[in-house]
């Protein structure tokens, strides 16, 4: 048997109740109480952890993002926050350094936005790219995912010139001369991301131990992550099963997208269902799309937008469509989550929901991805059937430099309404979408706190009335995460009978002003009993 004792901390077991000390055994909470009475409790040999005053809470459990991406983004160049055209050089250069990959291997990196470039506010062009890496291709992505720069080698390798017709929807840009400057635009972009080799077995498997690493320096231990799509399924399935088998750090609940009846049909003629699985890789709920995002005026609307009236974003699918996929999910006890971000995104899978929910009982905990835009009634909804809501505070650092212009002020008044639907009991849990933006916890939470972006701004909070308090916001991490994937008997929780998944904090978030919680650091990650990151 192992054992671990965590004492001399201050232990958050629920509003109100702390404890000093607690005590695992064989990965799962046996005592919580007092420094002197679990020390004199623990058996012979138990590791011993003086948390040093520290405060322990439930590890984060991130209710929806991308882990195998976020794999990806890590194992390629990173680019994201670089300031200058001179920063993303110097980050392909050391890139070069530290991995020395062979001449001729294409290199691929992600995040560059010239708008937010000092040196000179422009797209990069090949030659930016020609000299940052003469001896490989290089392709690198805008932060948006929509447009691209390929170097010259890259371009020659992928057979573009200034007669390549680009395709449909996308676009290739050509200098006076009509020579490619290297720039790819939506659908064009596979043109060139097709050199990319195809990723083997080992590289899929170290990708995703590389994202696990990531999410125990964030203090997640436990992620609802959608990597399962159409057509490539299974291999994602059997990555995570060879991960897993070997040492597993972090527990995974696969949320599965699937666009049509055919494919998700046969995959639950497999077998496969919600919970299926083990306690640390379990099949979660089918994920959908029925809309695009905010900040490109594809979130579906209503009404049109406020800041450009020819617009009511792009619904992903009918509702017919959606009806569907929630009635076939239903009926084999599947869970459904829905993308939404718009308002009339939203209604429709509240009324998708309303076809299946009898007498305000969602026993299979069908919930809502994102909820952004909406108004009181809506949120009702929301109330009235049980649905979920699964939400990323995060997001408002960017959004609210547009939520305004994009919606009004009066929508925008009613929209990202955590605290409002916590008061009205809905099951609000947390995420961050990663990698769009960092699986940082400590972030995640400040922006429900304070509504402020990371820089503090605005300094009274964006709708401040909507700030949640420090103890509702840890428990939507940990408590209604769990409870989204069915695990809030066994997750969210320092009590015994729970999976000793903890972390430990450098702060105490409970008592410091709002302001700071941004400045606390994740000391130790515990995962079934495990230290599986020391700061
Ligand atoms: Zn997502």
Redesign the pocket.
Known sequence: MSALVIYNGKIYVERGHFEEAVLVEDGIIKAVGSTEGILAAAPEGARRYDAAGRTVVPGFNDS???LQSVGEDLANIQLLGADSIAEVKRRVRAYIEKNQPAPGTVLHGQGWNQDYFTDEKRVLVRQDLDDMAPEHPLILERACGHILTASTSALEMAGITGDTKPADGGAIDLDEQGVPTGVLRENACQQVLCIIPPVTEEIMDDRLRLAMAHAAECGVTSVQS?DMRPGKWRRTWEAYQRVQAKDPTLRVYQQVNFLEPNEFNEFLSEGFRTGVGDAFLKIGPLKMFVDGSLGARTALMRKPYNDDPSTCGIPTMTQEGLDEMVRIATEHGCTSIV?AIGDGAIDMVLSAYEKVIKNGENPLRHGI?HCQITDMPMLERFKKSDILALVQPIFLHYDMTVVEDRVGKELASTSYAFETLRKLGVHESFGT?SP?EDMNAINNLYCAVTRKNLKGEPSEGFYPEECMDIYDAVDAYTYESAYASFEENVKGRIKPGYYADMVVLSQDIFTIPGDEIINTKVDATIVDGRFVYER
């Open positions: 929806h993002q991308h959608m993308h991805v979408d769009v």
